[in-house]
């Protein structure tokens, strides 16, 4: 069975303090890793996407990098505004294909 | 920016009522798929479809029923609503093999 888990389920920082947030995969037969933004009561928002190890991409405060068994979100002098739960998703080969498999999330909250 | 329309937002509705969620995307995706999302909690696929008259249960076992008889239109419907049924439910869409999924804002239904 694919698998997607992400660490830690919750994560506090002081404003301008980096940290990290990990998503590990079921490595075998992974065809994009997806990193998603979601406030309370809201949809997911899409992030990035990662196809191959060694891949980094960027937006603003973070940087989403994939390794050949997991990724990281990486959050750098995080804001108030910062705080969400974010997910981490991957699309598999086979008829796993058709579906997203998602992780349950990072809680951020950003203190100011 | 994603176009991928949810209504209504919010909805409280008596036990018994029949109700249809609607999701529209004018993206042309041939994926659609319908979550259930409790608050703080993580997602999970109810039903999916990958083209027009094809849908498929997914992983929670839900008592709602979806139709796709246009590729942009993909209806999820309660026949006798539940207190069970009070959750946010969320719609997605996507297109090829290995690309991200892109959510509306979601409804939020609550039956009392």
């Known amino acids: 069975e694919d698998q997607v888990t992400q660490s830690p389920e919750a994560l506090r920082l002081q404003e301008g303090e980096s940290s990290s947030l990990n998503c590990s995969y079921t490595?075998?037969?992974?065809?994009?890793l997806f990193w998603y933004r979601q406030d309370p009561g809201k949809g997911p928002e899409f992030l990035f996407t990662?196809?191959?190890a060694g891949e980094e991409k960027e937006k603003e405060r973070l940087k989403a990098t994939l390794t050949k068994k997991e990724s990281f979100l990486h959050i750098t002098a995080p804001k108030p505004e910062d705080s969400a739960t974010y997910l981490c998703a991957g699309v598999y080969s086979g008829a796993g294909s058709y579906q997203l498999t998602f992780g349950k999330g990072t809680k951020l909250s950003v203190i100011p | 920016e994603a176009d991928i329309y949810q209504t209504p937002r919010y909805l409280v509705i008596g036990t018994g009522k029949k109700i249809t969620l609607e999701c529209s995307q004018t993206?042309?995706?041939?994926?659609m798929y319908w979550y259930q999302q409790d608050p703080g909690m993580e997602l999970h696929l109810i039903h999916y479809s990958y083209g027009v008259n094809s849908t498929e249960k997914g992983d929670l076992s839900s008592e709602s029923t979806v139709s796709r008889i246009r590729t942009e239109h993909f209806p999820l419907t309660l026949e006798s609503a539940r207190p069970s049924h009070t959750s946010q439910y969320l719609c997605a869409s996507r297109t090829g093999v290995n690309t991200e999924a892109f959510f509306g804002q979601g409804t939020r239904l609550t039956v009392v």
């Open positions: 490595v075998s037969g992974l065809r994009g």
């Open positions: 990662l196809y191959s």
């Open positions: 993206m042309g995706h041939d994926k």
